[in-house]
């Protein structure tokens, strides 16, 4: 188990070290003048010289990637371009706003479609089934946006009993909550689907092994077949689905933290990246990616500790 | 370890009395007025609030609320932009077409025990401008005499008839306080190091900026004991907001200008706050296949105008006839030509113009995608077969720039719009000589628009400057270079409990928001 650790941490920082390149280089091949872009098309020449010192525009792209990689080394992941903020409290003031959103989103769909996949698992190919596999499809197919839209005009304009925009009152849990729950629903509903339909396929091929054959035939209450035998081996591919996904939500719930105005790092990767805000953007992906491979190297740990098998193959 | 055991039947029962709650209106009141609370929305976060190095917008709005300054935009009693002297001062006056006077009134503090506002600071803050990125509105400013505690005089290197309102009314003139900005190095980001307004400034970071009551403020009393401006980026994402009562105003698209008609939702209001942008469709005089004057006249006459506003921006839009918007001295009613596709194609016909293909060039934006795609029927209604090509912001600026290359030499039609300040001037400045190849990508130039332009800066008449700005867009307009489109305006819904005071540029006045 020590050497599989050793190898997936190993391999986690030469993937945080690639897409911190692959980034950097993809933000300098954007097309367009980056100073015309994040100034304006009348910027001063002052203005344009001293984003250019800052940026270091005028250095070769390859000194810019070794003064920033430098830099993140030592935790400094620099400073904003116009408001010169520190960046990294740019990132971590708004970090637990996406944080609580990927965990609220992820929760109420492991909640719910977890459960829907034991429950069309033990009935498969009944009208049950058939009913549980529409909804988990259905779910997977709107678009989240739409869902965000679909949700703030009838639980926000028309009911009126769910609030619409921001992240509620500082210090009021309450209020906080509520403004949470339209964001959370809009960016979990797919995840309802996509896990539904994982555990319901693992759960069939477990069903179908000889040990729970065995533990059928030796009389054990159904419950404890499906829930603690079945459920426990059928869970790891979905851990592992659920890693990757808490990752993919920290930036990809931009369009909720857009549309219901919570502040988030994805909405400040989004506002950046068209503002040519370079340092934010590079610091903000920094740290979203390291959380991304801490989370999936722990779904990666917990699999391996569950499933010795795993360890082997890498 | 105290444990809640809740049974099955009181989790449905807990469930019942929540939804039964929701049914009978009983539901918790998010965001709306409480308390005389007002919410409004902000479009951006703050970038810099610094007047010598703000992006502007948001920043321009936040100053305004918590800084002093010595003028602001009025309407005249004939119904004209033009100016008047803030609460802070007891009298701005233009002595001659070099000197402007101020008085402050006295007992205006300082935030932060850095005392009383003085002519000192006014002093101070202009001459700082001269060195920032927003030195251009103070070219024209020699420097600030101060002739007493609370008087002063500005003086002009030149005369420049508009100073009071491109400079004095707008956002750079903010007044700072020369004790507070040199305790801080003479250079700010998003932290006022002193404030003299009715409101002070707390900021939350992609959330929301709220005005709360300065305790030291001796003018009038603010009108709300809150102002929360909630940072919505996304104009459908406000408007929601709006119509589920979380904010009280915010600008809204023409779109949704279109959708609303003249029905907007209950008890609101639309306000139309201005329209200080002009869009127009440009012709590169010097492309082979548009320089000869006639195919560009053709091509003048070949689009319907009023269908590209119909079309595109549902009629919500002003016509425009020139470049000058509505309510500036100079502004055009008319145009010399219009829309004639007989006359168009006698016109190519008579160049022996035929199969003529040419591209136009848009942002990437719905409604002038949708405007180019209008005049590329027009224009094939003639027989010129046009392409439509949206470009992203960044390529986008850098079209016609000789600087950025020799793409402006392939450069044929394209879909421009600028903003401007409330005075002719500054939308005259683009096509000017020596822009040529910078702004001026029609590429032409004209020693009659030359002499004029420095004119209209020295006149004070407003007579004369009206005739100077007309006979300057005339110019324009007969180089056939210029198709002109309309003024989009910056438009506002509000709910009718509250007065709004929006600038013609867009930008909120909070200080001067009311309860209705």
């Known amino acids: 188990m020590w050497i599989y650790t050793l190898k997936r941490v190993g391999l986690s920082i030469v993937i945080v070290f690639s897409a911190l390149f692959v980034l950097f280089a993809l933000l300098r091949f954007l097309p367009g003048d980056p100073i015309t872009i994040a100034l304006g098309p009348r910027a001063t020449p002052e203005a344009i010289a001293r ?50 959103l990927s965990v609220a989103g992820l929760g109420w769909a492991m909640l719910f479609g977890i459960p829907l996949g034991c429950f069309a698992a033990v009935r498969p190919n009944t009208l049950l089934d058939r009913i549980t596999g529409i909804i988990s499809i259905g779910t997977i197919a709107v678009p989240s946006f739409v869902v965000s839209i679909w949700a703030l005009l009838f639980f926000s304009i028309e009911l009126g009993v769910l609030p619409a925009i921001g992240a509620g009152e500082p210090g009021d849990s309450l209020d906080q909550a509520l403004h949470l729950i339209l964001p959370a629903f809009a960016v979990g509903l797919g995840w309802v689907g996509y896990l539904a339909r994982m555990v319901r396929a693992s759960m069939l091929e477990v069903m179908g092994e000889n040990y729970i054959r065995a533990a059928q035939a030796f009389g054990l209450p159904r419950q404890t077949i499906i829930y603690r035998y079945a459920l426990r081996v059928a869970i790891l591919p979905t851990i592992t689905l659920i890693g990757i996904g808490f990752g993919g939500l920290l930036s990809g719930a931009v369009f909720a933290e857009i549309i219901f105005g919570r502040p988030g790092v994805g909405r400040l990767i989004f506002d950046s990246i068209t503002g040519r805000n370079f340092p934010v953007v590079q610091g903000a992906v920094l740290v979203i990616t390291a959380i991304y491979i801490i989370v999936t190297l722990i779904a990666d740990l917990v699999v391996a500790k569950l499933d010795p098998r795993v360890r082997e193959s890498l | 370890m105290p444990t809640i055991k809740l049974t099955r039947r009181q989790v449905l029962a807990s469930s019942l009395a929540a939804g039964a709650a929701g049914a009978f209106g009983v539901v918790p009141s998010f965001g709306k007025a409480q308390d005389n609370v007002l919410y409004v929305r902000f479009d951006s976060d703050l970038a810099v609030i610094d007047p010598g190095y703000m992006v502007g917008g948001v920043d321009i709005e936040t100053q305004k609320a918590v800084m002093p300054s010595l003028v602001e935009y009025a309407t005249l009693p004939d119904g004209a932009l033009g100016w008047q002297a803030t609460v802070y001062c007891n009298s701005v006056t233009q002595r001659d077409d070099l000197h402007i006077d101020f008085e402050l009134k006295p007992g205006f503090m300082w935030t932060n025990g850095y005392g009383e506002l003085t002519a000192d600071d006014v002093k101070y803050s202009f001459e700082r401008m001269k060195t920032t990125d927003w030195s251009g509105n103070f070219d024209p400013m020699e420097r600030v005499d101060v002739s007493g505690p609370y008087t002063g005089t500005i003086v002009l290197n030149t005369p420049f008839a508009p100073f009071p309102m491109v400079t004095l009314a707008a956002g750079p003139a903010t007044v700072l306080s020369r004790k507070a900005m040199d305790a801080v190095g003479g250079q700010f980001t998003t932290e006022f190091p ?91 005089t010097e492309h082979p296949k548009l320089s000869d004057i006639r195919v560009r006249q053709a091509i003048q006459h070949a689009v319907d105008v009023d269908s590209v506003i119909q079309g595109a921006y549902s009629g919500t839009t002003e016509k425009s006839n020139g470049i000058v918007c509505p309510g500036l001295v100079g502004h055009r009613t008319a145009t010399k030509y219009s829309y004639d596709p007989e006359k168009a194609a006698a016109l190519l016909e008579e160049a022996g113009v035929s199969g003529l293909e040419l591209d136009i060039k ?121 198709l002109w489109i309309n003024h989009e305006p910056e438009t506002f819904i509000y709910r009718n409990d509250v007065a709004i005071d929006v600038y013609p540029s867009g930008e909120m006045d909070l200080r001067d928001f009311r309860p209705a």
């Open chain 1, 51 to 100: 984003y250019s010192e800052k940026m270091h525009l005028d250095d070769s792209t390859l000194v810019q990637f070794l003064v920033y990689a430098r830099n993140a080394l030592t935790g400094d992941l620099g400073t904003a371009v116009f408001s010169e903020r520190s960046v990294a409290t740019m990132v971590f003031e708004v970090l637990p706003f996406t944080l609580l």
């Open chain 2, 194 to 284: 002193a404030t003299c307004g009715p409101y002070v400034l707390q900021w939350a970071p992609q959330q929301r900026i709220t005005f709360l009551p300065n305790p030291e403020w001796t003018g009038p009393a603010p009108a709300f004991s809150e102002i929360r401006a909630l940072i919505i980026e996304e104009d459908r994402a406000a408007e929601l907001a709006f119509e589920a009562g979380e904010v009280a105003c915010t600008e809204i698209t023409p779109a949704t200008v279109a959708r609303y008609g003249d029905t907007p939702p209950d008890g609101s209001s639309i306000k139309v706050a201005g329209a200080l942008q002009y869009m127009w469709m440009g012709m590169n």
């Open chain 2, 362 to 482: 848009t942002l990437n934006v719905q409604e002038r995608i949708l405007a180019a795609q209008i005049i590329q029927a027009n224009l094939g209604a003639i027989g010129i077969n046009a392409t439509v090509t949206p470009v992203d912001s960044g390529p986008f600026w850098e079209m016609g720039s000789e600087a950025a290359g020799e793409q402006w030499k392939d450069l044929e039609l394209w879909i421009m719009r600028f903003g401007t300040a409330p005075d002719p001037y500054e939308c005259t400045q683009w096509f000017r000589r020596d822009q040529v190849g910078v702004w001026n990508w029609e590429r032409w130039s004209d020693d009659e628009f030359e002499a004029l332009y420095l004119e209209g800066l020295s006149e004070t008449n407003s007579d004369r400057r009206n005739e100077i700005y007309l006979r300057m867009q005339e110019i324009m307009e007969d180089t056939g270079a210029y």
